[in-house]
């Protein structure tokens, strides 16, 4: 591409509306432009970006096997019902109807689809295994989109589903993506991480996340100092070491107005880690208490689990009038007219501080012991400095991008559709399912979040716009200009793609353009042309090597091939 008489702007200052790096370098380098809340045009050096790393996903996802179709975006709202999804993904989901009113939506995720094209084929064992996937647009109504193209309400994904005849089968299709992800993401050159996660609303028994390690991220990664535990904090546990002190006895103290547990904990003298709180929650219309450590988190995620329930909410004054609970002393203690839960940490916990249903008052010195509760189950998120799961180590905290995640999906779908095979005695059994999602607006915002500096982006070679930037600093200068033009058609026939800045700008406005759109590899033909030399530079690097004319195309060449 030749910059002049090309679409091609830059801003010099921040957009305003941006929350992230990515997305306020990714617009003011003229890639991305917002339309409103959640919703990006690509402008076309963006564009190219997205199609390199689309190609690279392609060409990964072909060598496992897999093919590619296309689904509509367009559905029947009726479709999302069969499997119960329409009420579990609520208004996540874009609803429209059609001039005949009847209802649709923008496709959030395609399970229910490739099911039923899975059916129109599969009829014995002999049809199996296989994997079929797409790439295209998604749709979802996201509360607070937000950090440039990481959360949008459209977004591009690839989605792939395999289908095999048993869980051995699955496991075989499942390494297979999961092995082809890795691969995806070692060739754009991102940091990640790759964690157990909850299946959500997709369901089935395994759920791995693929999480580019940044500053900025929505995600939580919990993972060890010592070995290889990686987990998302959705589901992430630790080890609780039971207390070895010995019980003391009971006692009712008075703690006027000490309604928080900071407030308790000071006016006792105590840690927050002796204490004990409640949160008093309506789950599905029933007040439920919940108990943890006075210092923990509640994990909201691990609750639904427990009850199997999509949300939870905070009891309102009338669930809480039901029981003798006391907002800001409740305790587990002699407590009535509610469902006790206490975590499992605070079972091994001794000589705690807890609520005693009456205002004013708590107990010291509580135990297990001197209360009873219906559930006791992990309901925490996990604090850093925890003890690791499987080792001795350490948890500790990163944000995470999420870029990619696997599935094993089970019979979820394939039972609620339909989709049967006969085995060799005739047997007719359910397909078993996986589930392969990756998003390469997000990978594009996950590179950029890894690969900046002060003068913009830094692209890696395998996603660049261009791998090559001339810079032709005199258009004017004939030598200049027919060497530049010589080069760049040079560089391009050998499969180089190169852009070449022939507009009529200042040097130093040339340069801090090409920086900002994060070109790997500047070549400036100047004056020094007259000597035979044009200096090279790396974005990644401050210096500049004077190359020979006869030598820069084999120099970039070789470079290229050696970091590919």
């Given at each position: 591409?030749?910059?002049?008489?090309?679409?091609?702007?830059?801003?010099?200052?921040?957009?305003?509306?941006?929350?992230?790096?990515?997305?306020?370098?990714?617009?003011?380098?003229?890639m991305?432009?917002?339309?409103?809340?959640?919703?990006?045009?690509?402008?076309?050096?963006?564009?190219?970006?997205?199609?390199?790393?689309?190609?690279i996903?392609?060409?990964e996802?072909?060598?496992?096997g897999?093919?590619?179709?296309?689904?509509?975006?367009?559905i029947?709202?009726?479709?999302?019902?069969?499997?119960?999804?329409?009420?579990?993904?609520?208004?996540?989901?874009?609803?429209?109807?059609?001039?005949?009113?009847?209802?649709?939506?923008?496709?959030?995720?395609?399970?229910?689809?490739?099911?039923?094209?899975a059916?129109?084929?599969?009829?014995?064992?002999?049809?199996?295994?296989?994997?079929?996937?797409?790439?295209?647009?998604?749709?979802?109504?996201?509360?607070?989109?937000?950090?440039?193209?990481?959360?949008?309400?459209?977004?591009?994904?690839?989605?792939?589903?395999?289908?095999?005849?048993?869980?051995?089968?699955?496991?075989?299709s499942y390494?297979?993506?999961?092995?082809?992800?890795?691969?995806?993401?070692?060739?754009?050159?991102?940091?990640?991480?790759?964690?157990?996660?909850d299946?959500?609303?997709?369901?089935?028994?395994?759920?791995?996340?693929f999480?580019?390690?940044?500053?900025?991220?929505?995600?939580?990664?919990?993972?060890?100092d010592?070995?290889?535990?990686?987990s998302?904090?959705?589901i992430?546990?630790?080890?609780?070491?039971?207390?070895?002190?010995?019980?003391?006895?009971?006692?009712l103290?008075?703690?006027?107005?000490?309604?928080?547990?900071?407030?308790?904990?000071?006016?006792?003298?105590?840690?927050?880690?002796?204490?004990?709180?409640?949160?008093?929650m309506?789950?599905?219309?029933?007040?439920?208490?919940?108990?943890l450590?006075?210092?923990?988190?509640?994990?909201?995620?691990?609750?639904?689990?427990?009850?199997?329930?999509?949300?939870?909410?905070?009891?309102?004054?009338?669930?809480?009038?039901?029981?003798?609970?006391?907002?800001?002393?409740?305790?587990p203690?002699?407590?009535?007219?509610?469902?006790?839960?206490?975590?499992?940490?605070?079972?091994?916990?001794?000589?705690?501080?807890?609520?005693a249903?009456?205002?004013?008052?708590?107990?010291?010195?509580?135990?297990?012991?001197?209360?009873?509760?219906?559930?006791?189950?992990?309901?925490?998120?996990?604090?850093?400095?925890?003890?690791?799961?499987?080792?001795?180590?350490?948890l500790?905290?990163?944000?995470?991008i999420?870029?990619?995640?696997?599935?094993?999906?089970?019979?979820?779908?394939?039972?609620?559709?339909?989709?049967?095979?006969?085995?060799?005695?005739?047997?007719?059994n359910?397909?078993?399912?996986g589930?392969?999602?990756?998003?390469?607006g997000?990978?594009?915002?996950?590179v950029?979040?890894?690969?900046?500096?002060?003068?913009?982006?830094?692209?890696?070679?395998?996603?660049?716009?261009f791998?090559?930037?001339?810079?032709?600093i005199?258009?004017?200068?004939?030598?200049?200009?027919?060497?530049?033009?010589?080069?760049?058609?040079?560089?391009?026939?050998?499969?180089?793609?190169?852009?070449?800045?022939?507009?009529?700008?200042?040097?130093?406005?040339?340069?801090?353009?090409l920086?900002?759109?994060?070109?790997?590899?500047?070549?400036?033909?100047?004056?020094?042309?007259?000597?035979?030399?044009?200096?090279?530079?790396?974005?990644?690097?401050?210096?500049?090597?004077?190359?020979?004319?006869?030598?820069?195309?084999?120099?970039?060449?070789?470079?290229?091939?050696?970091?590919?």
């Amino acid at each position: 591409m030749k910059l002049k008489n090309s679409y091609f702007y830059t801003l010099r200052e921040n957009a305003k509306d941006e929350d992230s790096t990515s997305g306020n370098l990714l617009v003011r380098a003229g890639m991305i432009k917002k339309v409103s809340s959640g919703i990006y045009m690509y402008l076309p050096l963006g564009l190219k970006v997205l199609d390199n790393i689309k190609k690279i996903i392609k060409e990964e996802m072909d060598r496992t096997g897999a093919q590619e179709l296309l689904m509509p975006s367009l559905i029947p709202e009726e479709i999302y019902d069969t499997c119960g999804r329409n009420q579990a993904m609520g208004a996540s989901m874009f609803h429209l109807k059609d001039r005949y009113d009847k209802p649709y939506v923008l496709g959030p995720t395609h399970e229910e689809l490739f099911t039923i094209a899975a059916k129109s084929m599969v009829k014995s064992y002999k049809n199996l295994p296989f994997t079929i996937y797409q790439d295209a647009p998604k749709y979802r109504d996201e509360a607070r989109p937000r950090f440039g193209l990481i959360r949008v309400r459209e977004f591009f994904m690839k989605d792939a589903y395999s289908f095999d005849r048993d869980e051995d089968g699955l496991d075989v299709s499942y390494h297979k993506m999961y092995d082809a992800y890795k691969k995806i993401f070692d060739r754009v050159k991102l940091n990640y991480a790759i964690v157990r996660a909850d299946t959500g609303v997709m369901g089935g028994s395994l759920s791995e996340e693929f999480q580019a390690v940044t500053d900025v991220g929505e995600d939580v990664l919990v993972l060890c100092d010592k070995c290889n535990y990686a987990s998302n904090m959705e589901i992430a546990k630790t080890v609780i070491s039971d207390s070895n002190e010995e019980t003391r006895k009971l006692e009712l103290v008075e703690t006027p107005h000490m309604e928080t547990i900071e407030d308790v904990s000071n006016y006792l003298n105590i840690p927050k880690e002796k204490t004990v709180k409640a949160m008093m929650m309506n789950i599905d219309g029933e007040l439920v208490v919940l108990f943890l450590r006075g210092d923990r988190n509640l994990n909201e995620n691990k609750v639904c689990k427990l009850f199997n329930v999509s949300e939870i909410n905070f009891a309102d004054d009338e669930l809480i009038g039901k029981s003798n609970a006391v907002p800001g002393f409740t305790g587990p203690i002699n407590l009535s007219g509610a469902k006790i839960v206490i975590d499992d940490e605070v079972k091994s916990m001794k000589n705690f501080v807890v609520g005693a249903n009456k205002s004013g008052y708590h107990y010291i010195n509580a135990n297990v012991d001197d209360f009873k509760y219906d559930i006791c189950a992990d309901i925490k998120e996990v604090l850093e400095g925890d003890n690791c799961p499987c080792c001795d180590g350490k948890l500790y905290f990163k944000k995470g991008i999420e870029v990619g995640n696997t599935f094993k999906l089970g019979t979820k779908y394939s039972e609620k559709l339909g989709l049967t095979y006969l085995d060799e005695n005739n047997n007719s059994n359910p397909v078993v399912m996986g589930c392969y999602g990756i998003g390469a607006g997000r990978i594009l915002a996950a590179v950029v979040e890894q690969n900046n500096d002060e003068k913009g982006i830094i692209f890696p070679i395998a996603v660049a716009p261009f791998k090559v930037a001339i810079a032709l600093i005199n258009p004017k200068d004939e030598v200049a200009s027919l060497t530049a033009n010589k080069l760049y058609d040079e560089l391009n026939n050998l499969g180089i793609d190169t852009l070449l800045d022939d507009r009529d700008e200042r040097a130093g406005v040339k340069f801090n353009d090409l920086d900002l759109i994060g070109i790997p590899i500047r070549i400036t033909v100047g004056k020094k042309i007259n000597e035979g030399l044009v200096e090279f530079k790396l974005r990644c690097e401050s210096e500049s090597l004077d190359i020979k004319l006869d030598e820069i195309v084999n120099y970039v060449k070789e470079y290229i091939d050696a970091n590919k």
